[in-house]
């Protein structure tokens, strides 16, 4: 007598499939992390390090071999009047807390900010406050922009001259070596890097 075996129920026939599909979400889990958060990163970054190494190492600015900041980020002077002044901070010039202060336009607390900046400045500068530079008033909105306005760097060029001994047409000589175009010519405005020419400030007057 010959006998055969019982045909797979149709419970048997899926009872293997979750498992089944699970190895495969698994496995599809590592394969995108190796990927995407491995080999990709790595693959950028070492690009970038043969291509563009200053800018890939956070375009850092060096002086006597010492990293004194990057060209990408703004630095507080602590308003010492013998540097130029870069743009206000929401988060206190700190990379790790960057950002704006998402404060609206008439809130009360935006508009003393304001006005206190303009008092201070005005009073520094020895400027009327309704001519103080407006981005010497706001924030910008990553908190760390490294440049300032053409304006905003000429109204302080008395103040630093004064403050260094140097005659005012030689600090303006420095802010026109230090003031950057319109990108291509027509994207943006005219800028000027603060931390280039208070370094610059530096090497002139040892």
């Known amino acids: 007598m010959t006998t055969t075996a019982p045909s ?3 419970g048997s026939r899926h009872r293997g499939r979750p498992l089944g599909q699970l190895g495969v979400a698994v496995r599809a889990v590592l394969l995108a992390t190796l990927v995407l958060g491995l080999a990709d990163p790595l693959l950028v970054t070492g690009a970038a390090q043969v291509a563009f190494p200053a800018r890939a190492d956070g375009s850092l600015v060096t002086r006597d ?8 980020l703004g630095q507080d002077h602590g308003e010492d009047p013998a540097y130029f002044w870069g743009r206000p901070s929401a988060g206190g010039h700190d990379p790790l807390a960057t950002g704006a202060s998402n404060l609206a336009q008439d809130n009360p607390e935006l508009l003393a900010q304001v006005e206190e900046r303009r008092a201070r400045v005005a009073a520094a500068d020895g400027v009327d406050p309704a001519d103080v530079a407006p981005d010497a008033l706001l924030a910008s909105g990553s908190g760390l922009d490294p440049h300032i306005s053409p304006e905003y760097a000429a109204q302080q060029v008395a103040r630093v001259a004064r403050e260094r001994g140097l005659t005012e047409r030689q600090v303006r000589r420095l802010v ?31």
């Open 65 to 72: 071999g010492v990293v004194v900041g990057s060209a990408l």
């Open 8 to 10: 797979p129920t149709r």
């Open 176 to 206: 026109s070596d230090h003031t950057d175009g319109r990108t291509l010519g027509f994207l943006g405005e005219p800028r000027v890097e603060v931390l280039a020419l208070n370094l610059a400030l530096d090497e002139l007057t040892g």
